[in-house]
């Protein structure tokens, strides 16, 4: 089973900084794409950032300038450096990937537990 673990959240000052950490793990044979999300108290879940096998990125309007979506293909992890952040940022924070493990013919969608960020003074 592919399994995705988050790491980094955490509770911040606004204009502070916090560096999520994911990484899958499991029967993993290729992954395509990593992205992060979030979802805020009576939000949707929103795709934060992107980034393709081939490093491709993209982000939402709102974090642009902000947020750095990085990915190691090696590794089948991905990184969130969120920078000024805002309190409007709280959410939970999830990672998602698109992978195909090593006994299966078809690629699925995976998801992490999810991290709390909280961005208050």
């Known amino acids: 089973q592919v399994q995705l673990m988050e790491s980094g959240g955490g509770l911040v000052q606004p204009g502070g900084s916090l560096r999520l950490s994911c990484a899958a793990s499991g029967t993993i044979f290729n992954v395509n794409a990593m992205a992060w999300y979030r979802q805020a108290p009576g939000k949707q879940r929103e795709l934060v950032a992107g980034?393709?096998?081939?490093?491709?990125?993209n982000y939402a309007d709102s974090v642009k300038g902000r947020f750095t979506i990085s990915r190691d293909n090696a590794k089948n992890t991905v990184d969130l450096q969120m920078n000024s952040l805002r309190p409007e940022d709280t959410a939970v924070y999830y990672c998602?990937?698109?992978?195909?493990?090593?006994?299966?013919?078809?690629?699925?969608?995976?998801w992490g537990q999810g991290t709390q960020v909280t961005v208050s003074s």
């Open positions: 980034v393709t096998s081939g490093g491709g990125t």
């Open positions: 998602n990937a698109v992978a195909r493990p090593n006994y299966s013919p078809r690629y699925s969608s995976y």
